[in-house]
């Protein structure tokens, strides 16, 4: 049976700590990588973490290895984040003031020299014993001994952290909003964290022999946690640089990334390295107990956080909890299509089980026209039964109530005033009114008005979903001015591309009007858009060309999966865009061959349109951050107008 001491405690719990910073930091890489992959300040972020994840996941190893020669390997491995994280520091910090329209040729120089730099002592210290010597203190904290020139290392790795600090101090001191300044003083306090955690800071104590164990395993410990913590710090911070989306979406998405990330990984490494001391303790076979233990671990887990998921949510949002809860109320209410035809067909299902009717239909009134929306059985049989003569005698007699008509149940659907008819009920049933029971009768009666209340639920959330389409430009737009944050020291502001413009989707209806030829495409202001720039080498310098293809190429990316079908409506917004704009048949011959009345066309190539507006400035976007879309340029009135608002209001600005 292993002896329990106090070494053994504080390293096996130093061990799941060292894990922990590496399960945070590859998460955290991901996390931001994954959601602004382009965005400078993610791109230096990303870099830092990753080193820092090398050289922890270098301690984690080294803490498993007893012989001399793995050791030595795991040790040169770690130098290729210990190297180089100087220079991400720089890389990062660059990033930070290049956000705040502080631009450097000599920092951008620096910075790729500071990796060469990194590189040359990476290759030094795996090759020769100028920066360390292969020798290795065991029985912890394996480690090399310094070289003669390790000193030069040491003073390379503090000047250029320190300039990361002054760049991000520098950064910090240019915002003016209250907000943007708290989140770059959490950065400043927490950026030591990569540096503590990655400093080979034993090899200036020399030899381990006049150090205790448990006082190097504990202060590595504390070390260790604080690491952890301030890297979470980081990430807050970092999180919000290239967010469109509100404040309170953003830490939401970051706590339950957290949460559902790297907690539950760093609980199930510490179940993994934990549970075999019991098992050795109680005398079982290795392995007996980590599976089961993992297994109910994971599954716990997941229980915990749905249960704590609420509470997150406030926590998250408090300040604007009714608000929310309304909101995530209403998502969970509002119906969509396929609700809606779901919860017709079961109506159906339950009408035909009652009348014994063998087909049932529902139509549903669509601007003077009825059409199929839902049926139970065969479609064409349901069509069949659907006879305009009988359909417009039910509708004209306005009864709430079942009629027979030629061996067909027919009976109107109203509003809950009664005044409109938003559809027609069939069955195909071959009872007689006179055969089904009282209780029959109700129970009908009762499904008839269900599906009453669906179709009218169903419209006024069309309404709704309507004024949604139409404000989303809007929205976007006030997202945009948003995130946008005075400086000091500027009489200039970080420039707006074309594609946050109100006016945006506006300009690009018209430039599909005259898509092969006209002044809205020759003199359309999209002609300015960064992504029609870069494509004018592939269209022999003609702005013209060069924008009918992105154009192509943004109805192209709208193009849903599969094989095309007129009549699916997954379909319909990518063939108006063809048939309207690129084949230039007319409206008429579009809607007869879609089956939609030309009231619906203009609508849905309304929504179209914006489709293709959207699409076009997320490739704006991606474009301008790939050629770094920190650019100057004179403000527009509404980017006045978002500056002025930010500058009386400071707490309601974003990070910089």
């Given at each position: 049976?292993?002896?329990?001491?106090?070494?053994?405690?504080?390293?096996?719990?130093?061990?799941?700590?060292?894990?922990?910073?590496?399960?945070?930091?590859?998460?955290?890489?991901?996390?931001?990588?994954?959601?602004?992959?382009?965005?400078?300040?993610?791109?230096?972020?990303?870099?830092?973490?990753?080193?820092?994840?090398?050289?922890?996941?270098?301690?984690?190893?080294?803490?498993?290895?007893?012989?001399?020669?793995?050791?030595?390997?795991?040790?040169?491995?770690?130098?290729?984040?210990?190297?180089?994280?100087?220079?991400?520091?720089?890389?990062?910090?660059?990033?930070?003031?290049?956000?705040?329209?502080?631009?450097?040729?000599?920092?951008?120089?620096?910075?790729?020299?500071?990796?060469?730099?990194?590189?040359?002592?990476?290759?030094?210290?795996?090759?020769?014993?100028?920066?360390?010597?292969?020798?290795?203190?065991?029985?912890?904290?394996?480690?090399?001994?310094?070289?003669?020139?390790?000193?030069?290392?040491?003073?390379?790795?503090?000047?250029?952290?320190?300039?990361?600090?002054?760049?991000?101090?520098?950064?910090?001191?240019?915002?003016?909003?209250?907000?943007?300044?708290?989140?770059?003083?959490?950065?400043?306090?927490?950026?030591?964290?990569?540096?503590?955690?990655?400093?080979?800071?034993?090899?200036?104590?020399?030899?381990?022999?006049?150090?205790?164990?448990?006082?190097?395993?504990?202060?590595?410990?504390?070390?260790?946690?604080?690491?952890?913590?301030?890297?979470?710090?980081?990430?807050?911070?970092?999180?919000?640089?290239?967010?469109?989306?509100?404040?309170?979406?953003?830490?939401?998405?970051?706590?339950?990334?957290?949460?559902?990330?790297?907690?539950?990984?760093?609980?199930?490494?510490?179940?993994?390295?934990?549970?075999?001391?019991?098992?050795?303790?109680?005398?079982?076979?290795?392995?007996?107990?980590?599976?089961?233990?993992?297994?109910?671990?994971?599954?716990?887990?997941?229980?915990?956080?749905?249960?704590?998921?609420?509470?997150?949510?406030?926590?998250?949002?408090?300040?604007?909890?009714?608000?929310?809860?309304?909101?995530?109320?209403l998502d969970e209410r509002l119906l969509t299509h396929s609700d809606q035809m779901q919860l017709l067909e079961n109506i159906l299902a339950a009408l035909c089980d009652v009348l014994r009717a063998r087909q049932g239909f529902?139509?549903?009134?669509?601007?003077?026209?009825?059409?199929?929306?839902?049926?139970?059985?065969?479609?064409?049989?349901?069509?069949?039964?659907?006879?305009?003569?009988?359909?417009?005698?039910?509708?004209?007699?306005?009864?709430?109530?079942?009629?027979?008509?030629?061996?067909?149940?027919?009976?109107?659907?109203?509003?809950?005033?009664?005044?409109?008819?938003?559809?027609?009920?069939?069955?195909?049933?071959?009872?007689?009114?006179?055969?089904?029971?009282?209780?029959?009768?109700?129970?009908?009666?009762?499904?008839?008005?269900?599906?009453?209340?669906?179709?009218?639920?169903?419209?006024?959330?069309?309404?709704?979903?309507?004024?949604?389409?139409?404000?989303?430009?809007?929205?976007?737009?006030?997202?945009?001015?948003?995130?946008?944050?005075?400086?000091?020291?500027?009489?200039?502001?970080?420039?707006?591309?074309?594609?946050?413009?109100?006016?945006?989707?506006?300009?690009?209806?018209?430039?599909?009007?005259?898509?092969?030829?006209?002044?809205?495409?020759?003199?359309?202001?999209?002609?300015?858009?960064?992504?029609?720039?870069?494509?004018?080498?592939?269209?022999?310098?003609?702005?013209?060309?060069?924008?009918?293809?992105?154009?192509?190429?943004?109805?192209?990316?709208?193009?849903?999966?599969?094989?095309?079908?007129?009549?699916?409506?997954?379909?319909?917004?990518?063939?108006?865009?063809?048939?309207?704009?690129?084949?230039?048949?007319?409206?008429?011959?579009?809607?007869?061959?879609?089956?939609?009345?030309?009231?619906?066309?203009?609508?849905?190539?309304?929504?179209?349109?914006?489709?293709?507006?959207?699409?076009?400035?997320?490739?704006?976007?991606?474009?301008?951050?790939?050629?770094?879309?920190?650019?100057?340029?004179?403000?527009?009135?509404?980017?006045?107008?978002?500056?002025?608002?930010?500058?009386?209001?400071?707490?309601?600005?974003?990070?910089?």
């Amino acid at each position: 049976m292993p002896e329990i001491t106090l070494t053994s405690v504080l390293a096996i719990i130093n061990l799941i700590t060292s894990s922990a910073i590496v399960i945070i930091a590859c998460s955290l890489f991901a996390y931001i990588a994954g959601r602004n992959p382009r965005h400078a300040v993610a791109k230096g972020f990303a870099a830092l973490m990753a080193l820092t994840a090398i050289v922890n996941a270098g301690d984690v190893l080294l803490a498993r290895v007893r012989d001399v020669p793995a050791a030595i390997f795991w040790l040169r491995f770690q130098w290729i984040g210990i190297a180089l994280v100087p220079a991400a520091y720089l890389h990062f910090s660059d990033a930070l003031l290049r956000t705040t329209n502080v631009f450097s040729a000599w920092r951008r120089a620096l910075t790729a020299a500071s990796y060469l730099i990194g590189l040359g002592f990476f290759l030094l210290a795996v090759n020769s014993d100028l920066i360390v010597r292969d020798e290795i203190y065991f029985p912890f904290a394996p480690q090399f001994a310094a070289g003669p020139y390790f000193w030069v290392f040491t003073l390379y790795f503090l000047i250029t952290v320190g300039l990361g600090f002054f760049n991000t101090l520098w950064a910090r001191h240019r915002c003016l909003t209250s907000t943007s300044r708290r989140r770059l003083t959490y950065l400043l306090i927490s950026l030591a964290a990569p540096a503590l955690g990655v400093f080979p800071y034993l090899l200036l104590a020399g030899s381990q022999a006049a150090l205790s164990a448990d006082w190097v395993l504990a202060l590595s410990l504390a070390g260790n946690t604080g690491i952890a913590l301030m890297m979470l710090v980081m990430a807050y911070s970092v999180s919000y640089y290239g967010a469109m989306e509100p404040d309170r979406v953003v830490k939401r998405n970051l706590i339950k990334y957290l949460v559902q990330g790297p907690l539950m990984g760093t609980a199930a490494i510490g179940l993994i390295l934990i549970v075999p001391r019991f098992e050795a303790l109680l005398g079982l076979p290795p392995d007996s107990l980590v599976i089961f233990a993992a297994i109910i671990s994971l599954v716990l887990f997941q229980v915990i956080v749905a249960l704590a998921s609420p509470i997150l949510d406030v926590l998250s949002d408090w300040e604007d909890r009714r608000e929310v809860a309304w909101l995530q109320r209403l998502d969970e209410r509002l119906l969509t299509h396929s609700d809606q035809m779901q919860l017709l067909e079961n109506i159906l299902a339950a009408l035909c089980d009652v009348l014994r009717a063998r087909q049932g239909f529902v139509l549903a009134a669509d601007d003077g026209h009825l059409r199929l929306e839902s049926w139970v059985g065969s479609r064409n049989t349901a069509q069949e039964m659907i006879r305009d003569a009988d359909v417009q005698a039910t509708v004209q007699a306005a009864r709430k109530e079942f009629i027979t008509l030629g061996g067909v149940w027919l009976r109107p659907l109203f509003n809950r005033s009664g005044e409109i008819v938003l559809g027609v009920l069939g069955l195909d049933s071959p009872l007689s009114l006179e055969a089904i029971s009282a209780r029959e009768r109700d129970t009908a009666a009762q499904l008839a008005r269900q599906a009453e209340r669906t179709l009218e639920d169903r419209r006024v959330q069309a309404v709704i979903f309507g004024a949604l389409q139409e404000l989303r430009p809007e929205i976007e737009s006030l997202q945009r001015y948003r995130s946008l944050t005075p400086y000091a020291g500027s009489t200039q502001a970080v420039a707006e591309s074309k594609a946050a413009s109100p006016d945006f989707p506006q300009w690009v209806r018209e430039a599909l009007s005259h898509y092969w030829g006209g002044p809205k495409l020759s003199e359309s202001p999209l002609l300015d858009l960064q992504v029609v720039r870069e494509a004018l080498g592939q269209h022999d310098q003609s702005p013209i060309k060069a924008l009918r293809s992105i154009l192509l190429e943004a109805i192209e990316l709208l193009k849903p999966e599969g094989e095309p079908d007129l009549r699916l409506r997954e379909w319909v917004l990518y063939n108006i865009l063809t048939m309207k704009f690129i084949e230039g048949r007319r409206i008429r011959e579009i809607a007869d061959r879609l089956a939609i009345s030309e009231s619906d066309f203009y609508r849905k190539q309304r929504m179209a349109v914006e489709e293709v507006a959207r699409t076009l400035a997320t490739m704006e976007q991606k474009a301008a951050a790939a050629n770094g879309a920190e650019t100057v340029s004179a403000p527009d009135a509404a980017l006045r107008q978002a500056q002025d608002a930010a500058l009386q209001h400071p707490s309601t600005g974003s990070g910089c």
